[in-house]
């Protein structure tokens, strides 16, 4: 193929079935550019180099003989490590389960195979999915492809910097309070969170169980709504997932939509570029046809400390003997966090989860009787520096966790469906990310609206770090 290779996973797939380019060619390519950055980008914790070539030269074969087995057909991926597949090592980025190999394939990971998708590698995260920043005691930091002296944002840090560093297209993630929509908003990339209940958990490791969401993280909106609709649906072996309506086209008019503007919560102590990129996308709005209206919000005070008491205390319940039996071999703010659900008392998560369910019908009642979607910054401030947030088990760590999900964890504890993308540059280069959030069940209408935006807004991709210009 002449010029440079498509960047995008509709791209790719579209070349593929054209033969304008082979599998092999990108899979190669992919491989390469992850070989090349993992000493200073550090997003894989595996790469599977044999596996990932056998699995193009097959697609390559089902290609010239007019079998291509779906949309995705040939096109390398690689997967946060936290997705199960048969005969293949799930390590969640732990010691723990460093050698623990999976004896069945997770239902996500099938629907993407089945749409012809193959995987180069695992990806890193923090451990056990738990860390917004990404650090990760065993495994060392994924660091962030714009400016590597910045945090990914976690926990789907490997994803954000694959993706953002354009060693493949798209990536899964996983969400319980920000863990999609925080590294693709550092990042540079989009990063969507389904509704609650949208996408089978089965074979994922779990964090937070009424938390939990899996979704993409990818190069553009379109990819990401595409994926999505690959992935959705029941299987029948998460009891967990709905059997809602299917996702619909993409909007071509966002004219009869009314855009819910943020409160205070939302609004108080932005860094001023934050402040003038939410000013500046809303502009745009107000450009493609919105209207943009007041949505008034309950009282989300609290909503940190509600949100942290239903995730500590799931999870310690999935950790509970490892606590036990291994403190030893988990890291030191991973540890600590967990050790926080053996204070819980029963009652109180319980009282969490009611004060939940009262938080969501206000926010369908108010809000949403309101606007159509919402819109916010995903983070405050810019990606922060590493350095400045890597405080460990030290006491500081409960006001980094906050101070990083505080605008994405509302709309996890809720369940609604959120969609993250780049909306400005800072001065400094980095990205600023605004999220589309929307009631359950329509990501169609977040999705639609955020690929407007994106179209409006124009973008481009951010320039990588010096350090991996050669390699991409």
């Known amino acids: 193929m002449s010029g440079s290779l498509p960047d995008t996973l509709l791209g790719m797939a579209a070349a593929i079935r ?3 380019v082979s599998s092999a060619e990108l899979t ?4 390469g550019k992850a070989k090349a950055m993992q000493g200073e980008l550090n997003a894989f914790v595996a ?6 070539l056998a699995a193009a030269r097959k697609a390559d074969e089902l290609t010239a003989s007019g079998d291509a087995t779906g949309p995705f057909h040939g096109v390398p991926l690689a997967h946060k490590d ?14 723990i389960r460093a050698d623990h190999v999976a004896s069945e394939t997770c239902t996500v990971l099938d629907r993407l195979q089945q749409a012809g998708t193959l995987q180069i590698g695992r990806l890193n995260m923090s451990e056990f999915a738990l860390g917004p920043t990404g650090h990760n005691a065993h495994h060392g930091r994924a660091r962030n492809p714009i400016e590597p002296a910045r945090i990914t944002g976690g926990s789907s840090s490997g994803s954000g910097a694959a993706v953002g560093a354009g060693i493949v297209p798209a990536a899964l993630g996983s969400d319980t309070g920000g863990s999609i929509r925080l590294p693709a908003a550092c990042c540079g990339v989009v990063g969507l969170k ?7 958990r089965h074979g994922v490791m779990p964090l937070s169980f009424s938390q939990d969401c899996v979704g993409p993280l990818t190069r553009s909106v379109e990819d990401a709504y595409e994926m999505l609709r690959v992935i959705a649906g029941p299987d029948g072996k998460d009891m967990t997932c709905a059997d809602a ?15 819910g503007l943020p409160d205070g919560f939302f609004t108080a102590d932005l860094d001023p570029q934050v402040a003038g990129a939410l000013e500046t996308s809303v502009s745009a709005l107000q450009d493609l046809g919105m209207n943009p209206v007041a949505a008034p919000l309950p009282d989300l005070s609290a909503i940190a400390d509600l949100a942290n008491v239903v995730a500590m205390t799931e999870g310690g319940t999935f950790h509970f003997d490892w606590l036990r039996e291994r403190p030893d071999d988990y890291g030191p703010q ?10 819980v008392p029963g009652p109180i998560y319980l009282r969490a989860q009611q004060a939940r369910g009262l938080m969501l019908q206000e926010t ?5 009787g309101q606007a159509d979607v919402l819109i916010a910054p995903v983070m405050p401030f810019l990606p922060p520096l590493s350095d400045d947030v890597d405080v460990g088990d030290k006491p500081e760590m409960a006001s980094v966790v906050a101070s990083m999900a505080k605008f994405t964890r509302p709309w996890s504890f809720l369940g609604l469906p959120a969609i993250a993308l780049p909306a400005a540059k800072s001065a400094e280069g980095l990205p600023i990310a605004m999220q589309i959030i929307a009631r359950p069940w329509r990501e169609d209408l977040a999705a639609s609206v955020a690929f407007h935006l994106e179209r409006h807004l124009a973008l481009g991709a951010f320039e990588p770090a010096g350090c991996f210009r050669s390699a991409a």
């Open 28 to 31: 190669q390519s992919a491989l």
């Open 245 to 259: 309506a299917p996702l619909g086209d993409l909007l071509s008019d966002l004219k009869p939509l009314k855009i």
């Open 194 to 200: 389904p509704t609650q209940g949208r996408v089978s």
């Open 334 to 343: 991973v540890r600590m966090r967990l050790s926080q659900s053996l204070a």
């Open 18 to 20: 054209e033969r304008k």
């Open 47 to 52: 790469l599977e180099e044999a596996t990932a």
């Open 82 to 95: 936290m997705y199960d597949r048969k005969g293949f090592v799930t390590g969640c980025a732990s010691k």
């Open 364 to 368: 369908l009642a108010r809000t949403f």
